[in-house]
């Protein structure tokens, strides 16, 4: 675990809401030069804190404006490895997420699609089709906000 203080923590959240922010205009809003912002950023990235940028996509504007998460049973542990079932279903375009999870259900998926038909064709031509899936259970997104974590905190 890497020491943080005040300033770290406030760029990191600076970050998580907008990753494409410069040094530069982090360093005007937290009262830092350029160069001592980037260090900063860069000491976060070399110990692992940082770990990449992404882009969320507005998939409602591209089309996908279903979002389903699935718990799904596996039914047969030991004839199908997990390893083979997380490889078929990552190979799924509409998968957006995979997460081998512990309770009732033995992996947690995002599925999105079109509409709640385009889903259903999903749901049983590609996922219920792969090798050992069992029981699955499917809900609905209905809405979703996105929070930063506990990033502001310190540990107790």
């Known amino acids: 675990m890497i020491d943080l203080d005040d300033l770290d923590r406030k760029l990191l959240l600076a970050l998580v809401q907008d990753a494409t922010s410069s040094a530069r205009a982090l360093g005007t809003r937290f009262g830092l030069s ?12 070399d110990a692992g804190v940082i770990s990449g940028r992404r882009i969320d996509l507005d ?40 997460e081998h999870v512990l309770g009732m259900y033995d992996y947690r998926l995002r599925v ?16 219920m089709t792969l090798p050992g899936v069992g029981d699955v259970e499917a809900n609905v997104l209905l809405s979703e906000e996105r929070l930063p974590g506990p990033i502001g905190a310190k540990p107790g």
């Open 112 to 127: 999105v699609a079109r509409d709640l038909s385009d889903f259903e064709r999903v749901l049983r031509r590609r996922i």
């Open 34 to 45: 350029q160069p001592a912002t980037w260090r900063r950023i860069k000491r976060l990235t």
């Open 59 to 98: 998939l409602e504007k591209l089309g996908f404006a279903v979002s389903v998460f699935l718990g799904v049973k596996l039914a047969t542990k030991g004839r199908v490895s997990l390893e083979d079932f997380e490889r078929a279903v990552s190979a799924i375009p509409e998968v957006q997420s995979v």
